[in-house]
């Protein structure tokens, strides 16, 4: 899942508080060294090697230089909230962006930001920043003036928008990265989101009834994104010890695009034993069947944020549960999956919309309703005979001379006996 983040102009403002937060943090200079001498070797090395995206290469570690100094040097909140930082913000956006719509080899080369990211340890970076203003957003969001009500001022409305906007970088890099995903779990992301819902939920009593726009809100939904990106990503359990009764809880909140995500999340983490923990009610079954048709027919192929690959495949997972099954292929499922496998002309969005098939064809009923759908068949018989040869190479199960089971072929042929038999 992938947010594009909107540019945000808060100015900084000198709060009367700041005076709690003098000589509360320990000098970091020695490590700053260090991080500066260790990773301008890197900074070096990568525009030697790629010189031809030098600029990038820089830009990003001066944004992760100036996160850190901002970090480590502030001894009061003021500081915290110097006006670099959205400057930063909106450059990380930028080049995040980028990546995001690039194709083909030309992403493959931008996604080398990425490794860098990764080597100059920007998970961990991120974790703290994060971190940081999350302590500052309950101490202040925890101050009431005598009829309950919360004190909203500037220095406020900045904490939650550096906090918004560096987990939003967090859930687009998870995204965009397999390496930042794994670089998140010694870096302490996992467990920091985790946390950080259930404290939001506690503290909060009205955010599943409050508008759109509440701060619990959007906190906890950046989240969720950002750990629904690390399961589909890395589908390692052991990063997500003791997380099911918190993902099963927001999985039946009230608030359907939060419980989607909570569900979508839990879908990567269980496995035939424990697939029960994901039956879900027909609702928002019905909800993510929506989604996935939205993404299907809109121009870039998301909504709300999930593409429609991404999409396909959380409902795979999903149709391991039985109930699941049933109901997904008795309110639209297969009419969307049968639409997008005709049209689709990407190998990996192939595979995964004819594995979410493979999954429903188990269910007899499903079976008879995609052997219903016109030209199902027909479809599935060409891509096994495609003429791109390493859709061929693929389907024919054939590497170097190596008679192997991949992906694509796994699902193209194995749907396509299931429906003929």
């Not at 400057?87 to 930001?113: C, H, L, W």
């Not at 302490?188 to 619990?216: F, H, T």
């Not at 990567?268 to 996935?292: G, K, P, Q, R």
């Not at 292929?329 to 995964?352: K, P």
Request: a negative charge.
């Amino acid at each position: 899942m992938h947010i594009a983040s909107q540019p945000e102009m808060l100015q900084e403002q000198r709060s009367s508080d700041d005076s709690e937060d003098e000589s509360n943090e320990e000098s970091s200079s020695q490590e700053d060294d260090e991080w500066d001498v260790l990773h301008t070797d890197t900074l070096t090395r990568y525009t030697t090697n790629y010189p031809e995206q030098g600029a990038v290469f820089q830009a990003m570690f001066e944004n992760m230089q100036v996160l850190r100094n901002t970090m480590n040097n502030s001894s009061t909140r003021r500081d915290r909230y110097s006006d670099q930082v959205p400057v930063v913000f909106r450059s990380i956006d930028a080049i995040s962006y980028d990546i995001y719509t690039s194709t083909g080899t030309v992403a493959s080369t931008k996604m080398r930001v990425m490794d860098f990211v990764v080597e100059i340890e920007a998970a961990e970076l991120l974790q703290r920043f994060a971190q940081n203003n999350l302590i500052d957003f309950y101490k202040m969001g925890g101050e009431q003036d005598d009829d309950g009500s919360s004190t909203e001022d500037q220095s406020q409305k900045i904490c939650f928008s550096y906090l918004r906007r560096v987990l939003v970088i967090i859930q687009n890099f998870a995204d965009l990265h397999d390496g930042f995903c794994s670089a998140s779990a010694p870096a302490g992301i996992v467990p920091l989101c985790l946390e950080n819902i259930v404290r939001l939920d506690r503290e909060n009593d009205n955010w599943q009834s409050g508008d759109d726009e509440s701060e619990p809100l959007q906190l906890i939904f950046a989240c969720l994104a950002i750990l629904h990106n690390i399961s589909r990503r890395l589908r390692d359990r052991e990063l997500f010890v003791d997380s099911e009764t918190t993902l099963l809880y927001f999985a039946t909140v009230k608030r359907t695009k939060i419980a989607a995500m909570a569900l979508l999340c839990l879908a990567y983490l269980v496995n035939e034993n424990t697939n029960h923990l994901i039956s879900a009610d027909e609702n928002l079954l019905c909800f993510i069947i929506t989604m996935l048709n939205e993404a299907y027919q809109s121009e870039n192929r998301r909504c709300d944020g999930y593409s429609a690959k991404e999409l396909a495949e959380g409902l795979s997972h999903l149709a391991i549960n039985n109930n699941n099954n049933k109901i997904l292929g008795q309110n639209g499922a297969i009419r969307v999956l049968t639409a997008i496998l005709q049209t689709s002309h990407d190998d990996e969005e192939i595979a995964g919309r004819a594995r979410a098939l493979w999954m429903l064809a188990f269910d007899d009923t499903n079976k008879d309703l995609i052997k219903q759908q016109e030209g199902t068949l027909d479809t599935l018989r060409k891509l096994h005979h495609s003429a791109n040869p390493e859709v061929q190479k693929a389907a024919a199960g054939f590497v170097n001379g190596k008679y192997i089971i991949p992906r694509l072929a796994l699902y193209l042929l194995e749907l396509y006996l299931l429906l003929k038999w």
